[in-house]
């Protein structure tokens, strides 16, 4: 489990990070372009488009898998440690539930989006709308993990990223 693991941690950050490579690069392409020389791409939105929503949720995916989401916890702190685990199986579980919903959700939006394609280019939605439903598979995985995790008794590790090694 733990190769595999890895293995997904890696796809994670390759689609993540070129996503956000290919964003950036467009973007500033595209500025520079209308800068220097007053004319604009019209493909460039496109792709910076498509490069934003793979990875903004690969990038959620990585979050949090590293349990580095923001939370306020105040009042769970003060709970017994009992009572703690308790609300920590019944988060991983309703963010779980919500991503079989996602999942399925995320499949309808980009089976509709095989239909309907950008103007410019002609990339069918589809593969903009697939980000979202393979995120939400992979945030669902780290939830029932996490929950079984909890159930068993074993401490969910919540390290802000900077600290992960």
Known sequence: MKKFGDILYRLETIVAGTGFVVMVGVITVNVLARFLFSKSFAWAEEIAYLSFNWAVFFGICIVYRNQGLISI??????????????????????????????????????IQGLVRSTPILRIPYFWVDLSVPAAALILGGYSFYNMIK????????????????
């Open 150 to 165: 909890c159930l068993k008794g074993e401490k969910i590790e919540e390290a802000a990223l900077e600290e992960r090694t």
């Open 73 to 110: 916890d105040a009042l769970v702190s003060r709970l017994p440690d009992g009572a703690q685990r308790v609300v920590q199986v019944f988060t991983f579980a309703l963010v779980g539930v919500a991503n079989i919903g996602l999942i399925v959700w995320g499949i309808e939006l980009s």
